[in-house]
């Protein structure tokens, strides 16, 4: 089973950037979907985005779609999250996601309930 941890968050001011990255422990890295959720205080957890086993599908929410990028090196087991022009309204905790099925499923993709392996989260913060 493949346990998940990311870092790379912190302060940032709007405008800015941050990378996150999810290390995964195990051999079977590359035959999960991965992805990134987040929840703000408050509010409910909310889909990020997600990338299929080799790359080369992606899916985004809405609200980061053109400022957020995921992507996954299979070879350092990680998947990343790379932030681009921050707003305050990205604020919360972010949560990296395993689904061990492998299957891409467009349909599922945004379902929090169809993940099976969550990391720890790392905070997000960024000041206006």
């Known amino acids: 089973q493949v346990q998940l941890v990311e870092s790379g968050g912190g302060l940032v001011q ?5 990378r996150l990255s999810c290390a ?12 990134w959720f987040r929840q703000a205080p408050g509010k409910e ?3 990020v985005g997600t ?4 790359g080369g599908g992606t899916v985004y929410a809405d609200s980061v779609k053109g400022r957020f990028t995921i992507s996954r090196d299979n ?6 999250l790379q932030m681009n022009s921050l707003k305050p309204e990205d604020t919360a905790v972010y949560y990296c996601v395993a689904e061990s099925s492998g299957i891409f499923d467009y349909a599922r ?6 993940y099976d392996r969550w990391g720890q989260g790392t ?6």
């Not at 709007?14 to 941050?18: E, I």
């Not at 993709?109 to 169809?114: E, G, N, S, Y």
Request: glycine share 10%.
């Open 75 to 80: 070879a350092k087991n990680t998947v990343y």
């Open 45 to 47: 957890r909310e889909f």
């Open 14 to 18: 709007a405008g800015g950037s941050l």
């Open 123 to 128: 905070q997000v913060t960024v000041s206006s």
């Open 109 to 114: 993709v945004r379902d929090p309930v169809w």
């Open 24 to 35: 995964a422990s195990g051999r079977t890295f590359s035959s999960y979907v991965m992805g």
């Open 51 to 54: 990338i299929s086993r080799s």
